[in-house]
T-cell receptor, first 112, second 114 residues
């Protein structure tokens, strides 16, 4: 089993739709969680952190479920510009070192 | 503006040749990392460094080497021992030892073996 798993997609949705991605992780000692966005042939860019209480940034909402060991990203009112690959990142501290594990990404294609 | 600069953007390597990828940051970050990304796959850690003059192997270090002589710089050499080097290489930096900070990535180097 992979340490961090994501549905690779692609998720093909029309503009204005609401779409949600999940990311499951296996290390129960994981401490921090992030969503990154990666456009085709570009570097990943930090989209948002994920907090236990859930957090919202405009049309984006991130949630963490520690009991079931998954994080989610909800995008409301999808725009064409949201088309990208979304990577989840899970961080644990391992003997003083930050151990980041990336998911393989979920591809979103928003269609007109 | 602070950031990470990777160069070159595209690099072509002949069989049996060593090549060096540059990564420079002016964010005053202690920790720097090299990742490799293959098409449709996630990022895999090659090497990382948490402090000057120290670095550690990641998950796929074979065929690669690094140095960390300055805080700002973390070059990666892809040696001839790396049998399948064609990939997208990403350098990143972060605040060392802080679990709540994400990474900042450079714009990447796309390496192709010809």
């Amino acid at each position: 089993r992979k340490e961090v798993e994501q549905d690779p997609g692609p998720f093909n949705v029309p503009e204005g739709a609401t779409v949600a991605f999940n990311c499951t992780y296996s290390n129960s000692a994981s401490q921090s969680f992030f969503w990154y966005r990666q456009d085709c042939r570009k570097e990943p860019k930090l989209l948002m952190s994920v907090y236990s209480s859930g957090n919202e940034d405009g049309r984006f909402t991130a949630q963490l479920n520690r009991a079931s060991q998954y994080i989610s990203l909800l995008i409301r009112d999808s725009k064409l510009s949201d088309s990208a690959t979304y990577l989840c990142v899970v961080i644990a501290m391992d003997m003083g070192r930050r151990a980041l594990t990336f998911g393989s990404g979920t591809r979103l294609q928003v269609q007109p | 503006d602070g950031g990470i600069t990777q160069s070159p953007k595209y690099l072509f390597r002949k069989e049996g040749q060593n090549v060096t990828l540059s990564c420079e940051q002016n964010l005053n970050h202690d920790a720097m990392y090299w990742y490799r990304q293959d098409p449709g796959q996630g990022l895999r850690l090659i090497y990382y460094s948490q402090i000057v003059n120290d670095f550690q192997k990641g998950d796929i270090a074979e065929g690669y080497s690094v140095s960390r002589e300055k805080k700002e710089s973390f070059p990666l050499t892809v040696t001839s021992a790396q049998k399948n080097p064609t990939a997208f290489y990403l350098c990143a930096s972060s605040v060392s030892g802080q679990v709540n900070y994400g990474y900042t990535f450079g714009s990447g180097t796309r390496l192709t073996v010809v």
